[in-house]
């Protein structure tokens, strides 16, 4: 493998330049389209150059780095805007190790003929709709959804904010079958597991699967003062009872490594003094495991099975989201790993990622690999997220040894 | 006691009348101080004249329909305005109920010199504050109180709707020392025990004392799918755990005719792929003994206690509301008694009210006494609550006989 070297001070640099775009306390406030991603997007338009690379914006808000020369090529990536009044390294932190990987392994003479492209997805937290710049380069989003999408906290229409950032009408960069070997992506780990076990790079083998579940239940609305205790309909006790079954069966079904989570309980109306009719819960879990996914499921419908038999509520469940785990390509995997010796030995493990990332959606395209730095407490979508220094730079290091490993394999 | 006879038809066309201001479904959307709330008010104070009563709004937005006869006076009335998107009859009951007494009283011969006075009291519901406008008359709200109140769901402030009415820096009218024998009102159930008994006329003991509380829980707001189950502080589940933990052990403390609800669980920040590191329960409970209200506080205070000590999450009890309950005169009941037996043979009870009404308040200056009649399904606090016209009439003429037993007694 040829010799690469960073410069981890321009790295730290770089971040702390986009840290300071939508500064919020020790993070940012950086949704996806407004007048904040657009200055970071300005940002890394105005870096690429620096690694031999033209840059372009598409159509859905994408930033793509080409470079003209003839030989093997990697994409590299990752997104730019955050979650509302989150962490600074969710996202930014793959932009930047791909932009200093491209910008060392560019302009190497080494690698004559080879490079690195640069990728920013747009709106990978979901604003509008999770993933939804790799899925618009994989051919997974269409006209007409982009018409109803609109931001979920704010409502603004994709399709205005689009012209607001003047690309409306571009047309939107998709796949060029051969171009790439592949796609690369680093990003923070939002978990604990190398942390706790005092390990600095995680090899994802796969990207889990998230099944999301909407359940709507149906109580009766009434006075909390005149209504007798035996008569009520409580659709939040309802869900609170829900929330406890998930919470007290789960662990004897799930996967060693599954997670399941209510993210939301709303009652209708709210009010101090009424019984709540109605409530809305949102849950969801993950694994790698298709097989593990339909046995939750199948648990999940027991449970509200049982509590529409026991009554007194109604309980109906919605399937809103099915994926299917992403792979991770296996020879990506070991060309990660052959760099994380060279620079972090005997200290990376392969792991999934409880998190979705663009990455699941390249897989589906071509070769992808995804790898992971540690994160302080595990702590993540949180505005106190936080990596060392120290693990930044290393983890560059380690991102740009894996992208030129495999340009050295093409 | 001297005969009085009620026109039933123009009970039910006063009441029709009130419903379609605001209409909403078969309820009405009428909160206090809005358009609607004071087209009610213009057009109580023009059926005021009827009964031979002057009318005036006062600085709180209070209807007083005044007599100038030398007499024992009865004051009777309830409120005009609605909860949100609510029932028809909350309040429009007792206003019409007292209006019908006191045209058919103040214009009998029989009576002459005595009379019924109508009080319509302004926000009972409490958009701005519970029982507002008959704390203002009782003398238990302040300028000051006045200054910060704000409508708790759009945020309007008192000050500006009082100007908007055009009532603002007139004087708030005052419990007038002698001037009443004592406050009566009649109100629909809104509960079931009326109905499930086959029962018409309810003889309200005393209402109840509500004790409300807010519950706030920390966690560690966290990502959904990077986060081990074992190290996850869920605000979200720790809300649902306590609601349980009520459920089950509440019925082996509380009173026969205790209830308790927990009328709004919000997480934050509800999103379907965050753990929510914050919630917020507001729980009350009622009770007209106060040595039981007393006994489910401390078994609340276990509740939590017992919670923090098991963790991950930390809760904090914030006492927001701790009420008196309020004794409905003895004389009053008995005089209610004697017109019930009148119009409805054997189909009266004596029983609490498990919701709170402008009587407590009165109570606290002056004899006071309530009545309910039936609602259907024990439905309130909802457009589809509703009570038979035939209850309503037979209501109208119970109320009557009720005001005419005290003004003969006086």
Redesign the interface.
Known sequence: MAHVEIDGRRVLADLTALRRIGEYKTGVHRPALTAEHLQSIEWLVARLPEAKLTASIDGIGNVLGRSNCAGAKVLAGSHLES??HAGWLDGPLGIVYALEAARVINTSAAFAGKAVEVASWCDEEGHFTSLMGSRSYVGQLDEDEIDRLADIADGRRLRDCLAAAGVAGRPRAQVEEGRHIGFIEAHI?????LESSDLKIGIVTSI?A?W?YRIVIEG??????????A?RK?A??A???L??AI?ETF?GIAGAR??????????D?????????QAEM?F?F?DSDVVVLERMERHLEGLIGEANAKGPCRLKLEKLRKATPAEMSGDFQSALQIAAERHAPGRSLRMP????HDAARLSTRMPAGMMFVP?IG?????WSENTSDEDIVLGARVFASWAAELLSRA
Chains 1, 2 share one sequence.
Do not use: C, F, K, Y
Not at 258 to 267: C, D, E, F, K, Q
Not at 353 to 356: D, K, L, P, T, V
Not at 378 to 382: F, K, Q, T
């Open positions: 979650q509302r780990e939002q978990g604990d597991v889990v998230v999301q009766m609305q009434n006075h909390a003062g005149t209504t007798r205790m008569v409580d939040g006790l869900a609170a009872r929330a406890v919470d662990p599954s997670v399941w989570t209510t993210g939301r309980i709303a009652l109306p709210g009010a101090p003094s009424i019984i709540p009719g949102l969801q993950r990622s409880g998190a979705i994160s595990g702590i993540s979508h949180h």
